[in-house]
C-alpha cells in the first residue's frame, strides 16, 4: 500500500494562526518524554482563513522571505500561490501530472514541485510565478526537500528507490543516489550539508551533499514516512507510521537516540528550530503531536 497517496478530499486550506480567543481551537494530542506542558498552558490556535485552492491539494511549502505560500494541487495539476499578507491566491501555475511535494529556495525565490505522474519536477520562479524549467527525474517522485546554501534540491523516487540530486543552478540532474526500499521523506540540513532520506522499509539513509553518496543506514521504527531536521541540534525525527512512534536520530553518531510514542498513524512531521518544537500530523486520530525538548 503506497500509504501518502490515499484519497484526498479537501479543496481548501486553512491558515492557522495564535490567537488569544477562538470560536474553532485545535488541541495537540501528546505522550512523551520530551513533551511538556507544565511550564506555560498551551495557546489557543483557531482559524484566521480559509482560501479555496485547486483540487486535490496536497503539499504545501512557504517561502517566509516573501512571505509566499505554494500549494500543489494534485487533481488540478496546478500550483495555487498564495499570499501571506492577503490570504488570497494570486497564480496559479500549471505543472505536470499528479503536483505531490513542494520545496522552495528562499535565497533564490523559486519553487520545486515534484508530479507524480509524469516523473517530473517543475521549477517555477517565485519572483514571475511563471513555469522556468521542467526536471525529468525517477519514478513517482513525491518528496522534496530544497538546500539553499549549496542551491541543491533532492528528490525521493518512491519507486526508483533512489533520490535525483538537481542543480538549482542548471535545473539538471546532477547526480542519481540509490538509497533504501520505498523513499518516502526527505530533509536536508543545510548546516552540515547532509541529507536524511525515510525509507518505508524501515530505514534511514545519510547522504553527504559533498559527495552524493550514503554514509550512513540509520534502522528506525516500521514503516517510516516524514522526516524532518533541525539544523540546530543536529538532531532528525522520522514518523513511523506503522509503529505510531517518532524515532529521534542524532546527526552526530546516526542513531536512535530516543523513540516517542504518539497518535495513530503518524505521517507529516516538521521542526522549529528557533523553538525546539517538532509537530507530528496524526492521520487517524485528527491530531497533532508537539514534541519539545531543551537539548533536543
Known amino acids: 500500500m503506497k500509504l501518502i497517496r490515499r484519497a484526498v478530499t479537501l479543496v481548501t486550506v486553512a491558515v492557522a494562526a495564535l490567537a488569544p480567543g477562538a470560536a474553532t481551537t485545535a488541541t495537540a494530542a501528546s505522550a512523551s518524554p520530551m513533551t511538556s506542558t507544565a511550564e506555560a498552558a498551551p495557546a489557543v490556535i483557531r482559524v484566521t482563513a480559509t482560501i479555496p485552492v ?16 505554494y500549494v500543489a494541487n494534485a487533481r488540478s495539476n496546478t500550483v495555487s500561490v498564495i499570499s501571506g499578507r492577503t490570504n488570497t491566491v494570486v ?11 513542494v520545496a522552495a529556495n528562499p535565497r533564490t525565490n523559486t519553487i520545486y514541485v515534484t508530479n507524480d505522474g509524469s516523473g517530473t519536477v ?16 525517477g ?8 538546500s539553499p546554501r549549496t542551491n541543491t534540491i533532492y528528490v525521493a523516487n518512491l519507486v526508483d528507490n533512489t533520490v535525483s540530486v538537481i542543480s538549482g543552478r542548471t535545473n539538471t540532474v546532477v547526480a542519481t543516489i540509490p538509497v533504501g526500499s520505498g523513499p518516502t521523506g526527505v530533509a536536508a540540513n543545510p548546516r552540515t550539508n547532509t541529507i536524511y532520506v525515510a525509507n518505508f522499509a524501515g530505514t534511514v539513509s545519510v547522504i553527504s551533499g ?17 522526516v524532518a531536521s533541525n539544523p540546530r541540534t543536529r538532531t532528525i525525527y ?15 553518531t546516526n542513531t536512535v537516540v530516543a523513540t516517542i510514542p504518539v497518535g495513530s498513524e503518524p505521517t507529516g512531521v516538521a521542526a522549529n528550530p ?23
Open 54 to 69: 485547486g483540487s486535490g491539494p496536497l503539499g504545501v511549502a512557504a517561502n517566509p522571505r516573501t512571505n509566499t505560500i
Open 91 to 101: 497564480a496559479t501555475v500549471p505543472v505536470g501530472v499528479f503536483p505531490f511535494g
Open 122 to 137: 517543475s521549477v517555477i520562479s517565485g519572483r514571475t510565478n511563471a513555469l522556468v524549467a521542467t526536471v525529468p527525474v
Open 139 to 146: 519514478s513517482e517522485p513525491d518528496a522534496v526537500a530544497a
Open 210 to 226: 559533498r559527495t552524493n553518496a550514503v554514509v550512513a543506514t540509520v534502522p528506525v521504527g516500521s514503516g517510516p514516512a516524514g
Open 238 to 252: 522520522v514518523t513511523n507510521v506503522l509503529r505510531d512512534t517518532v524515532s529521534v536520530v542524532s546527526g552526530r
Open 274 to 296: 528557533r523553538t525546539n518544537t517538532i509537530y507530528v500530523t496524526n492521520e487517524f486520530d485528527n491530531t497533532v503531536s508537539v514534541l519539545t525538548s531543551r537539548r533536543g
